[in-house]
């Protein structure tokens, strides 16, 4: 009887911990958006729709967040941890924009595996975030 | 009493994880969930006969289910002027890869454009020489291996050929695309139809159109 209890309440704490795992992404005071690393995508909830609302009025401080530094308990795919709140502003963009990697960056992202990104990128972004700023401003000033 | 409810309220939680789970756990461990839905994305002006014939091709070499998605305007995002006024298949791969119907496992965009990739020297990021010429080198199609997605043009298959021939070279070239999404690399074998074009319509020609014994083993 106790067994069989037990085995109930590792059962029920197992599908509790299964639940989603959602992440709260602060980049400004009005730019926040939840990232759910169970279904891999952002929340559409209040604060997306207001994004999605001014997008073109945030654009450019969306742009400018890709250098922050700031740490996140954000999973991207199987491959991608550490993530930080600059990969994460990126994401949001590419969220709303149809970014062609290729000329915007001049490198070329070809190969996907079961990931909504192609194998590269989010090193890339995390790694040159300098650089993905000055190319992104400068798509879209172009 | 007490037992049987107790037994009950843990039948009852094992069910509710199995029925949630099912397709996660399939997932994580692996199970065949069953043959892939391929949806063909056509483009901008393609001919409805060279939708139906792609269609074909996939139907009869796979064995898989097709269907024919909307016609889309050929996506703005992907227009290029580098060389010549054209489409950049990776940036067609992404746009199909963002934005076919979730009900679709394999998106198969087909155009009349010609559509370019920038070609390195093996696993590198240098552009293979001459620079001026691969930064921007138009291709028949492009695949991504075990990915979601593939791109076919027949804007290169036309020249100076009967329909005959187009049309074998566009099924060609579909299956061969699809292949990579099936997880299929370029095959050494010199007939095989994964066999590297390499940048030569001639080897889409001499090949005998059909998987060598070792992809047919290696299709996903």
Request: proline residues 3%; hydrophobic residues 40%.
């Amino acid at each position: 009887m106790i067994r069989i209890l037990i085995i109930g309440i590792v059962l029920l704490f197992g599908l509790i911990s299964c639940s989603d795992d959602t992440v709260l992404i602060e980049l400004t005071d009005h730019i926040q958006f939840t990232w759910n690393n169970t279904q891999q995508k952002i929340e559409e909830d209040a604060d997306f729709k207001n994004i999605q609302k001014h997008f073109l009025i945030y654009r450019k401080t969306i742009i400018n967040q890709i250098a922050n530094t700031e740490k996140t308990e954000v999973r991207i795919c199987k491959s991608h941890t550490n993530i930080t709140n600059g990969v994460m502003a990126f994401v949001l963009l590419d969220y709303f924009e149809d970014i062609p990697y290729y000329l915007v960056f001049q490198l070329q992202f070809d190969a996907y595996g079961d990931c909504r990104y192609p194998h590269g990128l989010i090193p890339y972004i995390a790694r040159e975030k300098e650089e993905v700023v000055e190319k992104l401003h400068f798509y879209f000033q172009n | 009493m007490k037992k049987v409810l107790v037994s009950i309220f843990v039948l009852a939680i094992i069910g509710g994880a199995i029925l949630i789970f099912i397709p996660k756990t399939q997932e994580l461990i692996g199970i065949d969930t069953g043959p892939p839905l391929i949806g063909i994305q056509p483009y901008g002006s393609i001919a409805d006969q060279e939708v139906d014939s792609v269609k074909n091709s996939i139907e009869a070499m796979y064995g898989f289910e097709v269907v024919v998605l909307d016609k889309k305007e050929m996506p703005e995002m992907a227009y290029t002027e580098i060389r010549y006024p054209r489409y950049r298949a990776d940036s067609l791969l992404k746009w199909l890869t963002y934005h076919h119907p979730d009900t679709i496992d394999i998106a198969v965009g087909l155009t009349n454009q010609d559509i370019s990739i920038t070609k390195y020297k093996g696993n590198t990021r240098e552009i293979k020489d001459p620079e001026w010429m691969y930064k921007d080198f138009g291709i028949f199609g492009l695949g991504t291996v075990g990915g979601t997605s593939c791109v076919v043009s027949s804007n290169r298959l036309h020249k100076n050929v009967s329909d005959k021939t187009f049309y074998r070279r566009l099924m060609r070239i579909t299956c061969h695309e699809v292949g990579h999404v099936l997880g299929l690399r370029h095959c050494p074998e010199a007939n095989c139809l994964m066999n590297d074009a390499n940048e030569s319509i001639k080897t889409i020609d001499n090949s005998t159109g059909d998987l060598c014994a070792d992809c047919w083993a290696d299709v996903r």
